[in-house]
């Protein structure tokens, strides 16, 4: 079986058909049709799209629910086989959307994407914007509009997702999602549309950060950079080990001094047509650790197990900038990709060692497998000295104290400015991938002095907030621009495969951050 291509994430093609449901039907082949209707939290209406879809199969509502018993509760499954003849459908799936919420649907979408696998065509009526009916308040109570739309969008899309395998030449081929979606009734095509992309941003974030190490090592991101910078029209400037030592990349070459493999650093630009020098500019820096050893503070066994996906920063910013022109993002956007292997060997970098990171500032190191913030001071500190962005945003699976505090359901943001951080927070409400405010504490700000460089890289020993003082550590390489810190060490990886995630890499971000950017104008 040949490589994945991992680049191109295999995905549905979708349609809009406004219907009415029997004509779609009437022109697909039903042999393997998924036919998927909601049910609400409050159950079946008497009468009603649900109830007429059914009718279409020969099925009575009544009947079904006494039979079946579907639940309303999001993301719940019935799934009712069609006797074959002339019906339009082999299988109906009842699927539970609780009140509608776009969360609800969100998950529901995933539910409908799972099951979806393997499949020809599925066509379904949820989240459409039902016609008002004194009879039918059920369905319409599910008309959530087009942010409903793009969440169920969303959901089904990466729930169909399945990570890339790397199998041998006789090895079946994995379920890929069902080939053909179409989604009947009104639905907002451009926010549908537009929500499917932010999805296969997702998607490929996810599928290199899954990739394993022995195959993915900082050039081999940074020729995954250039494929994407062509197909996507982006510009690209890429730092080989020799370029980086020129001009002064101390905290890149310290981390990757350890690997057989040099560190990188990878420019990618996306500008939209008609840009000029009022158009603002975001710099977003993604964290580019292939893998984590832990350097000479070197990790127990058990905990290297997830760090081909210590790059995860890096691969959001990277599908983000993928995505940029197919969303029509309106401001100029740079992504670095700081890339390097922190991994144990003679040349590894040592505690107490002092590193001179871009333009000057020097750093005591205190643990060397607190390595993701120095390649980062060292990106951070080339945005603002020499592209002047007007916002400067990191993402990095930086912190064990983060996930300590927030567990795997929601990423800490920390920034200088209140409105940015309201910006990033609304964003994640709209997308699911959700941020809780973190402060940064001044009086955490001591703990970093050294004695002997101008910073040390981590807290002294009596301090804690692991995850602020990180954050404090970045802030003195973002100057003083406008700066926001995304730690996704607990949101970045999944121990599960189940709803809208897969085990392994979550791409947590890039739906976040493209949703962000599209709004920025």
Known sequence: ????????????????????????????????????LPVAADGFAGTGATADALALLGLD???????????????????????????????????????????????AGAAVGRVGRGHAQLVTTIAAAAAAAADDDAAADLAGGSAGQAAFAEGLALGGYSSPRWLGADAPAPDGPVQSVVLCGSFDDVAVRAAVVRARATM??????????????????????????????????????????AEGFGGLLAVGAGSVSPPR?????????????????????????????????????????AMKTDMSGAAVVLAVLAACAELGVEVRVTGLLALAENALGG??????????????TTVEIGNTDAEGRLVMADALAYADLTLEPDVLVDIATLTGAARVALGRSMAP?????????EALVRAGE??????????????????????????????????????????????????????AHLDIAGVGRSDVDRGLLTKGGTGFGARLLLTWLETMA
């Open 204 to 245: 490929l974030a996810r599928n290199l950060a899954v990739t394993p190490s022995n195959i993915k090592n900082p050039a081999w991101v940074a020729t995954q950079a250039r494929t994407v910078a062509r197909r996507t029209g982006l510009d690209i400037r890429v730092w080989t080990e020799r370029e980086l030592r």
């Open 430 to 483: 709209a997308t699911g991938e959700l941020l809780w405010p973190f402060p940064l504490v001044e009086d955490y700000r001591p703990s970093l002095d050294s004695e002997v460089a101008d910073i040390n890289h981590i807290a002294g020993s009596a301090s804690g907030g692991g995850s602020i003082s990180a954050a404090l550590f970045l802030r003195e390489f973002a100057g003083s621009r406008r700066w």
């Open 347 to 360: 040349g590894s970098y040592r505690p107490s060692d002092v590193v001179t990171q871009y333009g000057g």
């Open 265 to 305: 650093l990878v420019q990618v630009d996306y500008a939209p047509p008609g840009t000029d020098a009022a158009t603002p500019r975001v710099v977003l820096v993604g964290k580019g650790i292939t893998f984590d050893t832990g350097g000479l503070d070197l990790k127990p066994s058990e905990g290297m197990l």
């Open 61 to 107: 509502l009544a009947e079904v629910a006494a039979a079946y018993e579907p639940a309303g509760k999001a993301g719940s499954l019935t799934r009712i086989p069609v006797v074959p003849a002339d019906r339009a459908a082999r299988v109906v799936l009842l699927v539970g959307v609780g009140t509608g919420t776009p969360a609800e649907l969100r998950e």
């Open 413 to 421: 943001v920390f920034a200088t400015d209140d409105a940015l951080c």
């Open 1 to 36: 079986m040949p490589a994945p291509d991992l680049l191109t994430p295999t995905s549905s093609d979708w349609a809009v058909r406004p219907g009415p449901l029997a004509d779609v039907l009437a022109d697909l082949d039903p042999a393997d049709l998924l036919l998927a």
